[in-house]
């Protein structure tokens, strides 16, 4: 069997907050990701569900880096990223991408569809020539969906599914081997949203990108889902193929959510 491309050890991220009235503040210790342990194969999805609030996007953004564990190991090709500096996180990034939750927020209004696509290219190849990145950037749009010729609109141009999309060429211009998608179509109609899901499986498929796709929507989940684990008060109850998860589910927050 092949080794995982990563495998999250012992996860847990707190965040303090101060509670209390003016005089009388005490600071509040939540643990938001409690010791999470998973691996990931490349070419699988991993869903992860769990209501708002269960630590999903938390868990998402500790992978990556983006927030800052308190314990716990998060190890990519067998290295721990939780151990490197700034810059060489910086470097890991053309391997580690992300789409995130709301497809129009996510995107620079004062930017072109084609520049938002190619800045990921300019800031790790700044010495890329322009026609290679022209290119490259055409040819992610008709990927994902778009047309090449819509290059120069700007995001208010687009519905909310075509911006998603612009966001998912975003993330995969740099051919990165890890996706994660955190709640991607959530802000999206129900009819978008099966297209979107169809795209990422089928661009998994295509790339051979190991993907972890962060939904609350367990029948999303069970479309693109390899194995499915579940989120409750920070913690993995339970994680299963995702058949056997859906037709026997063994934690009763898993059953109650099924429901």
Not at 33 to 54: K, N, Q
Not at 231 to 256: D, F
Request: proline content about 5%.
């Amino acid at each position: 069997m092949s080794k995982p491309v990563l495998r999250v050890q012992d996860l847990a991220v707190t965040y303090t907050d101060l509670v209390g009235g003016l005089f009388n503040k005490e600071e509040r210790r939540n643990r938001a990701v409690d010791g999470i342990s998973f691996e990931l194969f490349a070419g699988e999805t991993l869903g992860i569900v769990g209501e708002s609030g269960s630590g999903k996007s938390t868990l998402a953004r500790a992978i990556l880096g983006l927030v800052r564990p308190n314990r716990g190991r998060v190890m990519w090709l067998g290295e721990n990223l939780t151990e490197l500096d700034e810059e060489a996180m910086r470097q890991r990034r053309k391997e580690l991408q992300i789409v995130f939750q709301d497809p129009v927020a996510s995107l620079d209004p004062r930017m072109t569809a084609g520049d938002i696509i190619a800045e990921p290219l300019w800031n790790f190849y700044p010495n890329m020539a322009r026609l290679q990145v022209d290119e490259r950037t055409r040819g992610m749009m008709k990927m994902v969906g778009l047309l090449p010729n819509q290059v120069n609109r700007y995001p208010h141009e687009f519905s909310s599914g075509q911006c998603q999309r612009i966001g998912i060429a975003r993330s995969l211009v740099l051919n990165p081997r890890l996706l994660i998608c955190d709640e991607p179509v959530s802000a999206l109609d129900v009819s978008i949203q099966a297209q979107v899901v169809n795209l990422l499986k089928d661009l998994q498929k295509k790339l051979g990108l190991a993907l972890v796709f962060v939904a609350h929507d367990l029948s999303v989940v069970r479309h693109i889902s390899d194995r499915v684990m579940v989120i409750y008060m920070g913690q993995a109850v339970e994680v299963a193929e995702k058949e056997n998860l859906y037709r026997k589910p063994l934690h009763p927050y898993t059953n109650a959510l099924i429901k």
